[in-house]
DNA sequence: ATGCTTTAAGACTATTTTAGTCTTAAAAAG
DNA sequence: CTTTTTAAGACTAAAATAGTCTTAAAGCAT
């Protein structure tokens, strides 16, 4: 029931990032991995994912590194998360529709189903807005 | 970000026993095992959890097995998941503080805290008798 | 008492996921 | 065309999860 080391980087790094957004500034990874304390190599595959989700815009090259590619307020947890790790489920059954199959499993499913849905719109309801303002 | 299998497990096993709580019969181990589809030795672990827990009775010996220890309206989807996997944590920060230890890192930390206490009160909103009912 | 049946506890093993590294390629700038 | 940067993905290490097995202890029945 844990959000992955990654996310936790991620949250980290962008939250630094955001902080500086003002002067538009473009950061390189290294620079980026020894402000945050984050592993090298390991934040070149959150930052990585990052992009791809378009949270992060990457430029190769001289000159190149990360910046934001939206607002810090359009930046939620849960962007976040779902970039880095895939989207949210409570259990396998959300998944697997085969791992149970009692009539009563299925009413078990419905309620987790329901608390994974307020979970996802409390993680919408906070951006790296609300951390650096 | 997902409950353990052996929570999926416990959730199922408890929905079975408290579906036929009304005859206050005990069950072996190695009829739930069988009636609910979860390995036997792996079962054992979860039973003895919940034991420990105050959510079913055990007895040993002949006519020995497990029954709910309370009602179904007083055993919620966070007991269970407490009793089997720990308390609930949502990233590494929230346990060990010196994780992280920049300024903004504590407000990230206070975010996620309020997302985590939310969804304990959800999870405490669900007891057995919503699925048996 | 003494078997027989059941759970308790914990060491042990296997599998999967997470965390992290490394190497090669590709793009951009000078 | 060389240097600097990210991209991608194979690879490895470590940790957590899932599951087994063995020995002990408790309760019942004869």
Same mark, same amino acid.
């Given at each position: 029931?844990?959000?992955?080391?990654?996310?936790?980087?991620?949250?980290?790094?962008?939250?630094?990032?955001?902080?500086?957004?003002?002067?538009?500034?473009?950061?390189?990874?290294?620079?980026?991995?020894?402000?945050?304390?984050?592993?090298?190599?390991?934040?070149?595959? $959150?930052?990585?994912? *990052?992009?791809?989700? +378009?949270?992060?815009? @990457?430029?190769? &090259?001289?000159?190149?590194?990360?910046? =934001?590619?939206?607002?810090?307020?359009?930046?939620?947890?849960?962007?976040?998360?779902?970039?880095?790790?895939?989207?949210?489920? $409570?259990?396998?059954? *959300?998944?697997?529709? +085969?791992?149970?199959? @009692?009539?009563? &499993?299925?009413?078990?499913?419905?309620? =987790?189903?329901?608390?994974?849905?307020?979970?996802?719109?409390?993680?919408?309801?906070?951006?790296?807005?609300?951390?650096?303002?």
């Amino acid at each position: 029931m844990k959000i992955t080391r990654a996310c936790d980087y991620a949250l980290k790094v962008l939250v630094y990032i955001a902080s500086e957004n003002n002067k538009n500034k473009i950061f390189m990874r290294n620079e980026l991995s020894k402000l945050c304390d984050i592993p090298d190599s390991f934040l070149g595959k $959150i930052l990585q994912a *990052l992009a791809r989700e +378009n949270i992060l815009v @990457s430029e190769r &090259g001289k000159k190149g590194g990360f910046k =934001l590619q939206k607002k810090p307020e359009d930046i939620s947890f849960y962007d976040v998360i779902k970039a880095v790790e895939g989207d949210i489920t $409570i259990n396998d059954c *959300l998944v697997d529709k +085969n791992f149970c199959n @009692s009539s009563y &499993g299925c009413r078990i499913q419905s309620i =987790l189903e329901k608390v994974r849905q307020n979970l996802i719109s409390d993680l919408k309801k906070y951006s790296l807005e609300d951390i650096i303002s």
